[in-house]
């Protein structure tokens, strides 16, 4: 069994931050690419940010300059640091990983539950 557990949202002004965190917990043998992704009412979840094993990340271009992906390996732990943020950053955002499960080679996606971020204008 897998868990993906997000914290950090809430509710911010227009140009605040906030830290999204996501530690993957269970029966994990490794992990290959972390993200996260977010969906904002009646639109498709779309992806944010990612960053591989190795630390090679990329983002989504209405975020580059702006959000920061990093990852701690030995938590498997991923993070988003938010900046600069903007009403049309409102969303769930949701954690994702690539990993495979102790005995089995197959590697598979995971999402967490979701946690909410709300910026007023």
């Known amino acids: 069994q897998v868990r993906l557990v997000e914290s950090g949202g809430g509710l911010v002004q227009a140009g605040g931050s906030l830290r999204l965190s996501c530690a993957a917990s269970g029966t994990i043998f490794s992990i290959n690419a972390m993200g996260w992704y977010r969906q904002a009412p009646g639109k498709q979840r779309d992806l944010v940010a990612t960053?591989?094993?190795?630390?090679?990340?990329n983002y989504a271009d209405s975020v580059k300059g702006r959000f920061t992906i990093s990852r701690d390996n030995a938590r498997n732990s991923v993070y988003l640091q938010m900046n600069s943020l903007s009403p049309e950053d409102t969303a769930v955002y949701y954690c994702?990983?690539?990993?495979?499960?102790?005995?089995?080679?197959?590697?598979?996606?995971?999402w967490g539950q979701g946690t909410q971020v709300t910026v007023s204008s």
């Open positions: 994702n990983a690539n990993l495979n499960r102790v005995g089995n080679l197959r590697f598979q996606d995971y």
């Open positions: 960053i591989t094993s190795g630390g090679t990340t």
